[in-house]
């Protein structure tokens, strides 16, 4: 047992001075910033120039539901109001689309992130997020 130790000591040994011998890599030139400056003058961050979300506009509303009966939309109702996310219900049905929806109110949509999607959708099974044309829609209230 002492020789093969011994053994694999000199082996690495060995190849430790084998890999030391070889020559160092290059360091990859990289061409200055300046060569590249076009139109952009300077590099900015996505939340400084205001483009984190894609743009919606104003004409198109984020509506929520799909769900199967009113309670259960009523609850969903309460439980987006316990996020301070305003919504409401709509009158009619969604134009291909099934169930009971809540339509979010313009000042809340960015509070509805996928994160509370997901939170929701574990306790309302078939949860589901829409954008449409605001034109048309009634709500309930």
Same mark, same amino acid.
């Given at each position: 047992? =002492?020789?093969?130790? $011994?053994?694999?000591?000199? +082996?690495? #040994?060995?190849?430790?001075?084998w890999h030391q011998q070889e020559a160092p890599l290059k360091a990859k030139e990289v061409a200055p910033l300046s060569?590249?400056?076009?139109?952009?003058?300077e590099i900015r961050l996505l939340?400084?120039?205001?483009?984190a979300a894609p743009a919606?506009? =104003?004409d198109e509303? $984020?509506?929520?539901?799909? +769900?199967? #009966?009113?309670d259960q939309l009523e609850a969903l109702r309460q439980r987006l109001l316990s996020l301070d996310i305003g919504a409401l219900p709509l009158a009619g049905q969604l134009p291909g689309a099934e169930g009971?929806?809540?339509?979010?109110?313009?000042?809340?949509?960015?509070?509805?992130?996928q994160e509370v999607l997901a939170s929701l959708s574990k306790?309302?099974?078939d949860l589901k997020?829409?954008?449409?044309?605001?034109?048309?829609?009634?709500?309930g209230e």
């Open positions: 047992m =002492r020789w093969l130790f $011994l053994l694999l000591l000199v +082996l690495n #040994a060995f190849y430790y001075v060569l590249y400056k076009g139109s952009q003058q939340r400084e120039t205001g483009a919606r506009r =104003r509303c $984020l509506v929520v539901g799909g +769900l199967a #009966a009113r009971f929806w809540l339509k979010v109110a313009p000042e809340s949509e960015r509070l509805l992130d306790d309302f099974k997020q829409k954008i449409i044309f605001c034109e048309g829609i009634a709500t």
